[in-house]
T-cell receptor, first 113, second 113 residues
């Protein structure tokens, strides 16, 4: 069974640009969540999608957005990049039930210069 | 709202010694509790979880954790550390129908030969 796939693995962008990250969940998983990991703030929840609907959103500015497609694949977008957006972005997929295991991808390392 | 506190950002143990990582949580409702491990440049892997039932939970790689409601704790232990246990460990909590994980700051474990 294939795991959660995130593309690309590494990305370098310039301040002010925008970026789109992609996540393909495990087959059959319809819930997809995104997290930002930085040395200073740790792991922070960005948003969660189920059946193309955002069910929960973390405390991030509107520059961070996401969407989910009918095949459960998800993308997140960050517009007007800032240096502080440099982070490891992790995607997780799970069954849409509380308490179930979230399976994480290897992440996309975004560096903003 | 839930929060997680991990005591000690770094733990150093000798190979063969007990590993004890502490986690305390706050939650307004009975929580789901998780321990994840992260190796360098990797995503997170679930070690174990508590949802309901038996309060002593066994996980992968010889790890176990005990849910103590009265102490709001979910400490992780392993009787005998192995070099391969060197990694970062995260305690996380979620609430019913919350669809997100709230993580502690993480504890980095180093294992001395």
């Amino acid at each position: 069974k294939a795991g959660v796939t995130q593309t690309p693995r590494y990305l370098i962008k310039t301040r002010g640009q925008q970026v789109t990250l992609s996540c393909s969940p495990i087959s059959g998983h319809r819930s997809v969540s995104w997290y930002q990991q930085t040395p200073g703030q740790g792991l922070q929840f960005l948003f969660e999608y189920f059946s193309e609907t955002q069910r929960n959103k973390g405390n991030f500015p509107g520059r961070f957005s996401g969407r989910q497609f009918s095949n459960s694949r998800s993308e997140m977008n960050v517009s007007t990049l800032e240096l502080g957006d440099s982070a490891l972005y992790l995607c997780a997929s799970s069954l849409p039930l509380g308490g179930t295991e979230a399976f994480f991808g290897q992440g996309t390392r975004l560096t903003v210069v | 709202a839930q929060s997680v506190t991990q005591l000690g950002s770094h733990v150093s143990v000798s190979e063969g010694a007990l590993v004890l990582l502490r986690c305390n949580y706050s939650s307004s409702v009975p929580p789901y509790l998780f321990w994840y491990v992260q190796y360098p440049n990797q995503g997170l892997q679930l070690l174990l979880k508590y949802t309901t039932g038996a309060t002593l939970v066994k996980g992968i790689n010889g790890f176990e954790a005990e849910f103590k409601k009265s102490e709001t704790s979910f400490h992780l232990t392993k009787p005998s550390a192995h070099m391969s246990d060197a990694a970062e460990y995260f305690c996380a909590v979620s609430e019913t129908n919350d669809y997100k994980l709230s993580f502690g700051a993480g504890t980095t474990v180093t294992v001395r030969a």
